[in-house]
């Protein structure tokens, strides 16, 4: 279990079908994600993203701090970017 006080919240595996593309289906995931793991505790958050997943997360200003392949069980490999961020939304205030 990651630990809001330390750990990034890690945002995996968001697919929005094709014929769905650049409707803001992406974003609003995106959006909803962040939230959630604001709403946590995290200060953090980092994404493995696929290559067609960069310019989304760019767009949220999430920073590529590595690069490496992912080695899938055919033999090829998968090439990913590590990016992170700092939530933009506040933490929602417990209730009383
Ligand atoms: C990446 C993915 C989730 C984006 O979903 P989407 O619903 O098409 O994204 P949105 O419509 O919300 O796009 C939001 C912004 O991201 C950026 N963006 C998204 N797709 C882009 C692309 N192919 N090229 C450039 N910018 C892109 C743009 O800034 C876009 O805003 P705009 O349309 O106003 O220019 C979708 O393309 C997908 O499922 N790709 C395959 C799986 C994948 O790579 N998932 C991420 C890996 S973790």
Do not use: W
Request: net charge positive.
């Amino acid at each position: 279990m990651r630990n809001p006080a330390v750990d990034p919240a890690m945002i995996r595996a968001s697919f929005v079908h094709p014929n769905q593309a650049r409707r803001g289906i992406g974003r609003r995931l995106l959006e909803l994600s962040e939230a959630a793991a604001a709403a946590a505790g995290f200060q953090r958050i980092e994404i493995v993203a696929t290559l067609p997943g960069v310019p989304l997360y760019a767009s949220f200003h999430y920073e590529t701090v590595e690069r490496f392949n992912i080695a899938l069980s055919n033999g090829e490999n998968l090439p990913v970017e590590r990016m992170r961020k700092r939530p933009t939304h506040s933490p929602t205030a417990p209730a009383s």
